[in-house]
Structure formats: C-alpha cells, structure tokens
C-alpha cells in the first residue's frame, strides 16, 4: 500500500483539474451511502467534544474509498486545527488496499473545488470580490478555487480574532492576491461582494440576509450538522437555493432553521449539485437574483480527488487489475 503525505496528496489536485473532476463525477454515477456520524466526548468538557464522520464511496471505474474525519471544534484554542481526516483507497473489485492519503488535503482542497463549482453555475459571470468568513485550511483554498471559474481580483477575509484575518491577508497578498482584511465590520464587507464564502465552523449565524447585495451569490460550506450554522434565515427569503446533496435538508443546520422559520421550503430548493451537472436544473437565470450554495460535503468528492492522486501515479499493470 502506497503512502501520500500532505504535499503529494495535493500535487494533483489543483483546482484546474479538480473543479472538472467534480463536475463529471457528479454528473455520472456512484454509489456513496449515507455517511455515518458519531458523537466523542471522553473529558466531559466541551471543549473536548468532537464529532467523527466516516464516509464510504465507491465507482464502476473500480475505486472504493473511506474517509475517517475527525471534528473537534474546541482545537481553536489549543492553536490545533479543528479537522483531522485519514483517506483509504482500496481496489473495488477485490478490496486490496491501495493508498493511505492525507484526508485533510483531499478534504479542504475538495470542499473549496465543490464551492467554486457551485459558483460556476450560481455566480454572476463577471463576479470579482470575494469575502471570505474564516482562515482555516479550506478558507485559505477559496481565492485559487473561485478564481478558476470567475475572474476574481478583489478578495477580503474576516475572521472572529481580527489578527487571524489580517494573518491570512498578508499571505494571500504575498502569494499575489489583492487582499484585505475585512476587520470588524462584517456587515460592511458582506454588502460589498459579489461571493460570500463561509468556511468556519460556527454555531450561531454570522451572516444576515438584510446585508446581501441584489445578485449576490452566498457560498455555505463550514458547517455540517444541525447545531452548526453560518447564515441566518433571512438569506433564504427571495434567494435561489441550491444543495450539493439531498443530505444537506437532514444535516445543514442553516437550512433547518430556515425551513422552520418559513423561509425556506424543502420542495423550493432549487436543485442539487448533481442537477446542475447534468444541466437537469437551471442555474442563475438573472444578474439582479440572490443565489444560496449550501454544501455538507458529499465522499464522491473525496473519492473523486482520491482518484486522481491515484492514478497519477499509477502503473499499467495497476490500472489492469483495477479493471480486470
């Protein structure tokens, strides 16, 4: 079994090819079941509780993969990251393991490849400035994805401690980005972008939908169970909204506050991201409509960037037992 670290996982998978990936591989099949999710708490302080999610797929090409990721919130505080995730490739046809990857790479490269997909379908055309909520590892990825598929030039960070925004900012402008910090005024901020993109992992909402610009498009990708939440549920009313799974109406906890509030119906989300691949649903239809892109994360995407570190190495004889 061969062993990816951090840089070799990511070598592969950048967005220019990542983004395509996705696209055809939600618009082709694979079986992924229902994720499974588990509570740990082992100190009987909050600030140890974690959530770990194992999540299976596999596809007709002859991959099965498993990814094991661990959610501890409280790791902020430690100066520790808050995700911690393994990746198993294993052949399909005879289970023989293939690869161990580095499941926090495939995990933030994919989820930020995921977001700027949705973009692709959602985002004004000539969209340019970028707010970004968070400067976790999949906040730091947003700029490079969304710049694949709209012509970004303008990108602003925020971030519940000031100094991690202005952290952020100063590498993103090392790395040649136009970047700022958006400091304390998120409101300011959100009127002022075309993308808002959330990528932390709050429990109570950080954007509101009285501050969303006509033809914005806002971006959910932090949160993923019910007790989290990064919108409140006025960014539903009068906006498009689109899933990237139907998991999404059972996980989301924006969404459920929304549905409860009356915001938002289940039988009114627009469309999946699957949808939008095949060209099964419409897309942004006008410049002046607000677009929602809520995302739980789907391990079709962690198999579809699994596979291509895979075979980016892999040998003839390999791909021939694969599809024997």
């Known amino acids: 079994m061969k062993h990816f670290d ?8 950048s967005f220019e090819r990542l983004v395509p990936a996705l696209r055809a591989a939600f618009a082709a099949e694979a079986q992924v079941p229902p994720r499974h999710v588990h509570s740990i708490e082992t100190g009987g302080d909050a600030a140890t509780r974690g959530t770990v999610l194992i999540m299976p797929a596999w596809s007709d090409a002859g991959f099965l993969g498993i990814k094991t ?26 289970g023989v393991p293939l690869a161990m990857m580095d499941g926090n790479e495939i995990t933030a490269r994919r989820t930020a490849a995921a977001a700027a997909l949705g973009a692709s ?3 004004r055309t000539g969209a340019r400035k970028l707010l970004v909520l968070g400067t976790g590892r999949i906040a730091r990825m947003l700029p490079a994805a969304h710049a ?18 202005e952290a952020l900012a100063a590498q993103w402008r090392a790395d040649g980005w136009n970047a700022q910090a958006a400091g304390t005024d998120l409101e300011a901020a959100v009127r002022n972008a075309d993308i808002v993109s959330c990528a932390t992992l709050a429990t109570a909402p950080l954007v509101r939908g009285e501050w969303l610009a006509p033809g914005a498009h806002l971006d959910l ?3 993923f169970t019910p007790a989290m939440r990064e919108a409140d549920v006025q960014c539903f009313a009068n906006a498009r909204t689109f899933i990237d799974t139907p998991e999404a109406l059972q996980k989301a906890g924006d969404l459920l506050d929304a549905i409860a509030a009356g915001t938002l119906r289940a ?13 099964a649903r419409p897309g942004r239809t006008g410049d002046a409509e607000r677009t929602v892109f ?6 079709l995407e962690d198999l579809t960037a699994a596979t291509l570190v895979w075979r980016a190495l892999e040998t003839p004889q390999q791909a021939a037992d694969r599809t024997a």
């Open 6 to 13: 951090e840089a070799a996982t990511g070598a592969p998978l």
């Open 69 to 94: 990721i661990n959610i501890f919130p409280g790791n902020g505080a430690r100066g520790l990251p808050g995700l911690h995730a393994t990746y198993v490739l294993y052949n399909a046809r005879t």
């Open 221 to 223: 990708i932090g949160s």
């Open 294 to 299: 809520k995302a739980v994360g789907s391990a």
């Open 267 to 279: 039988d009114a989300v627009q469309g999946t991201l699957a949808e939008l691949c095949r060209g």
């Open 121 to 123: 379908f959602l985002a």
């Open 148 to 165: 694949t598929v709209r012509p970004i030039d303008e990108v602003w960070v925020w971030n519940h401690r000031p100094e991690g925004a």
